[in-house]
């Protein structure tokens, strides 16, 4: 009680002082009072007002994403014990969803499959497909890829004129680059709703595509070698983002203790600390570091990695792999909190500023 | 490796602890407390071909990361880590061996940082235990083998030398008068 007094006191000061001075620290600071009262629809509220006006600051968005997580998780324990009273199909719905949307694939999955065994629904077969389709997204495993496909036909079977498990089918063959498949999956849409100008525009696309690709088997199977699906540009192909990455990676290389400071892309790297042939082979490290990482993240099932951390007689190597590259820093000794936040703060500018160019 | 096992496993958050031969054998396993608990969320390891797999992906991991930096003149890394999407998996290297352990998603890695590094201690202590118990019992004397080269010579016990029965005699004095 006294707590809250005292919270709603220091609110109604971070309110004024956010009407004199509408800044995102502003901003932050009181998002983080509501969220120590746990008013997690101010926190969204603030976070999203805050972002209107600052897109690009890593704080707010991180808060925005944390608050999320715990109302997703507060909601999810609501739902767990309704069901245990009155389960129906609304219900088990929600509660994978929440599971996908939080990255749980693992749980949503079992939870669709709890939800078929007991009550036997296409909706839930359909449900099934769905999470082993994200597994296969997540893990680009050949063998999750093959249990989708079959789950996706299954659920085809149990609702005959539904779209949505054709249009999962179209989404999984044309991700996997199986485009015979894809062209299949995109008639018998056609011929549910015969006209369709984008459905139409997309066969045309495919036809040409499914004339020189191979099998579904085929394709699960390079996905799971190259570790991308199909709709994802080569690396290679585009350029690192140095346009406001340089500045924040020679702040972080300046800090004590820092060694070097990385932000790798596909084939190229940008690099502060180490110079000339020194730079070229230490970024090459930490790009193979990175990519044998990744590799291995995913055949051991445990997903995208978030972090990579290398300790040893060099000091330490801590790399953070975002979606579209990632940044690592090398220092002496275990990174600081500081160094940290730089460098989660590096690799969401770098991801923002790709989006905003593409 | 009980002994060492254990305590990890008690840990909050621990879902499988492991002790694995650097080419990725299995050598001891042990299920994480909270895992036996709330049922493993993230995907399960229970069977031995599933372990053993587990076990060589992890160590085939440990070995590119050392292969990526060697070129840089960095020796082998004697921990690393790995935080993904739907767990983490932390490695570190023991003389002979490596120590992992696979968390649930959410745990922090610093967290587990002095329980390992004491599993470690314990791991390389048992392994020396094991080393002298070794030698102690090579060195006992053996009654029931074929004498020695030289049947005179007598083992001691301690198997620290032999004496030489010699029927040289030493003269008590020099003999100059």
Redesign the interface.
Known sequence: MLKRILTSGKARTAVKRLSEDPSARNYLLLGQLHASAGKLGEVERVCKEGLEVYPDNAELKRLLARAKQLSREDRTRELQALLKSSPRPALWRELCQIHLDS?????AE?VADEWFFSTNDAEALLMRATARCERFF?DRRRDDGRRAHDLIHEAIGALPNDKRPLRLLLDLTSRAGAWQDARSAIARLLELNPGDPALEARFRTVMALAERSGDLDHALRAVERSGRLADEDPENDRRATSGSVRPMLQDLAAQPGVRGAFYVRGGTALVQGPRGATAE??A??VR??IQ??RT??R????????????????GT?LARPGSTGASAVWTEKAPSNKQTNALDELTATAQSNLEDRS | MKDVLDPLTRLPGVRLALIVSEDGVPIASAKGESSKSRGD???NTDSDEELEA?CG??A??YD??H???D??S????????????????VMQSCERAILAVLLH?GVV?EELRLPMGSAAARLERNRRRGVVQETSSQAQPSTDGPPGLFPGVSQSPDGSGADVNSTNEVPETSGER
């Open positions: 990255g749980r694939v693992a749980r079992e997540a082979r230490t090459r490290g193979e570091v044998a990482s291995a993240a055949r051991l099932g445990l997903g995208q990695p978030e972090e990579i951390r290398c300790e040893g007689g060099f190597l | 969320e993230e995907g587990f992906l992890a085939g991991w590119e990361v292969r990526a930096v070129p840089l960095w020796d082998r890394p004697s921990s690393i880590s790995m935080r993904c999407a739907r767990g983490t998996l998603r890695v």
